[in-house]
């Protein structure tokens, strides 16, 4: 993102292996980039004296764009988090965006359901498809995978209630 043209970079990551790596690269890069330590599934209220302190995390955070790699299939399989919900919530955040899809024939999803009982969400590229098309527009998709890991650009339209 900043080597195209974004002057400065955030980033929410709730594992910590990454979240250094991050760290790590920012600092020896000199990369004006933030990396915060945040679960999306269970983000920071706000807090302190009548909650009026520090603001909750999406207050805090004005955003041109997200990019969302490798997050919609954790926050609906690994935290249990509706497709609906999960991704009209990460579209709100920003007027425009990249989304990644990751299909179940993918051995992350796999692992991810392995470990799951009784989930019942829908999770397939169709509800996907559905829920974006009623928040934004698709401005490029592009399959980056062998197992159809799709990268999706957007843009905001209305957020529906649906």
């Known amino acids: 993102m900043l080597q195209n043209g974004a002057n400065e970079g ?4 709730f594992d910590s292996g990454a979240l250094n790596a991050a760290y ?3 600092k020896s890069e000199n990369l004006n980039f933030l990396p915060l330590y945040q679960n999306l599934a269970n983000p920071s209220p706000a807090q302190g004296w009548d909650a009026n302190e520090r603001a909750a995390i999406t207050d805090r955070l004005s955003v041109d764009a997200v990019i ?3 997050v919609i299939h954790h926050m609906v399989i690994g935290c249990n988090v509706p497709m609906d919900q999960a991704l009209r919530w990460l579209i709100a955040q920003a007027p425009r965006g990249v989304v990644e899809f990751v299909p179940t024939e993918d ?3 796999q692992t991810l359901l392995a470990g799951r009982r009784g989930f019942t969400h829908e999770y397939s590229s169709e509800v996907f498809d559905r829920v974006l098309d009623q928040n934004a527009r698709t401005l490029e998709s ?3 995978s062998k197992t159809g890991r ?3 650009w957007y843009e905001r339209t ?3 209630t649906q």
């Open 10 to 13: 955030v980033g929410l990551e």
């Open 24 to 26: 790590r690269r920012a």
């Open 68 to 70: 969302a790699l490798a």
């Open 107 to 109: 051995s992350m999803v």
């Open 142 to 144: 592009e399959i980056v």
């Open 150 to 152: 799709r990268l999706v």
């Open 158 to 160: 209305e957020i529906s």
